[in-house]
Structures are given as C-alpha cells and as structure tokens.
C-alpha cells in the first residue's frame, strides 16, 4: 500500500516560478527522501531529510520536515522547463511491515512551461 | 559502474505466458529490490533481497511470481501465467546496507522493464 499521499496530483507553471509539493505520511520513520522521474524512465534520487531534521537544501532544492504532522515539501525554486518530471517522496520506515524498503507516494506531476 | 541495468526494456507478450525481467545492480550493492508501477501511480514494493537472501515479499507478489539472485549478483523476476493485470513497469534498485546503517537508504533505480500483457 501506498505510505505517502501527495498534494497536488499535477502542477503547471511557468518557467522561472517556484514550485511546491506536499507529502504526507502515516508512519514513524527514520527518513524521508524525494525522486524524480522522467517519462518512461526509472526514478533518481534528489534528497534526503533525516528524521531529525528539519529542512535541507541542495542546489534548487529546498525540502523541510515536519515529523509532528507527519508531513514534508519539496520547494524547487526558479524553476526551468527541464524540471518538467513526476516527483515522488519515499519514506524509509523506522519499524513495522514498512522496515526495511522504501513506500513511495503516488507522485506530483510537475510541467514547467518555457 | 554504469549503475543499475535491467533487461529487457519493453516486453509484449500474451495471456498466459511466462515472462523473465532481468537486473544487475551496482556491483558494491548487497540490497536488490523489486518495485512494479503502474501509470499515474508511485512505485509499489514486491520484494527484496540482502545478498542473495530474499528478505522480504509484499502481498501484492502472487504465487505467480518468483524472483532469484543467485551468489548475490544479478536478480530475476519471474512471472508465470501473465495476466493483463500484470502489465506495468517493473523497476529494479539497489542499494548498500552500510547507507542504510547510518539511516540513509537510497536507492539507485534501473531505468525499468515495462511490460504488456495483451
């Protein structure tokens, strides 16, 4: 079963605007990582966010953790046409049925138009 | 290290049918797993192994299914009697337990096997 719920489904921008996406998980973890995925394609690790951290940054990239809720985003600023992808987060489960493998979210489908 | 390959990319075959997906992980990685998605949806887990142990299988891994690493290496995917609702990408990741020991478990995927049942 699905551990993440992503919120929006789909996001349409243009390019040079930020973009945000929301994820939402029920279990307690140990951390929480977001993917890309190109059409057709396998999925690439972005980054990650320990548990017991609040926010990280890597280039564009922007991801903020808030283990209370139960809850993460992923801000991708100044956004160009080629973040155009599926962006999924994983989380990495610290006990229960879900130890041990990453449970994916259904994914936000992000277009940036030029 | 070219990463994580899978083979083959595409595969049409019939109902009923037995199909075989193929993986080599990246060489220094012990964990392999196996994940199936389908369109407009998140990769959903089916197994994984630690070596060549298999660890773990989901619920969603019928009796239909069975998949192998021998000696730790490659792994395959075995799906017997294909159904239509078998068609889907089938993605392969790997990844190292030393990672995962120090709470960072990322996995490096494949660029997926799709296939499609008709």
């Known amino acids: 079963s699905q551990q993440g719920e992503e919120d929006p489904q789909a996001l349409s921008i243009q390019e040079g605007e930020n973009a945000t996406m929301n994820c939402s998980y029920k279990?307690?973890?140990?951390?929480l990582q977001w993917y890309r995925q190109n059409s057709g394609r396998g999925l690439v690790h972005l980054i990650l966010i320990r548990s017991n951290e609040r926010e990280k940054h890597s280039g564009r990239l922007r991801v903020t953790l808030d283990t209370s809720k139960k809850s993460s985003s992923l801000l991708i600023t100044a956004s160009r046409a080629a973040d155009t992808a599926s962006y999924f987060c994983a989380t990495d489960a610290r006990w229960g049925t879900s130890y041990g493998k990453l449970t994916f979210g259904q994914g936000t489908i992000l277009t940036v138009h030029p | 290290d070219t990463g994580v390959s899978q083979d083959p990319r595409h595969k049409i075959t019939k109902r009923g049918q037995n199909v075989t997906f193929r993986c080599d992980p990246i060489?220094?990685?012990?964990?392999l797993y196996w994940y199936r998605q389908t369109l407009g949806q998140g990769p959903e887990f089916l197994t994984y192994?630690?070596?060549?142990?298999?660890?773990?299988k989901s619920r969603l891994l019928s009796d239909r299914f069975s998949a192998e690493r021998p000696k730790g290496s490659f792994s395959t995917l075995e799906i017997q009697r294909t159904e239509q609702g078998d068609s889907a990408m089938y993605l392969c990741a790997s990844s190292i337990t030393s990672d995962s020991a120090r709470g960072a478990n990322v996995l490096t995927f494949g660029a997926g096997s799709r296939l499609t049942v008709l």
């Open positions: 279990t307690s973890i140990n951390n």
């Open positions: 060489s220094e990685h012990n964990r």
């Open positions: 192994f630690q070596n060549e142990a298999q660890l773990e």
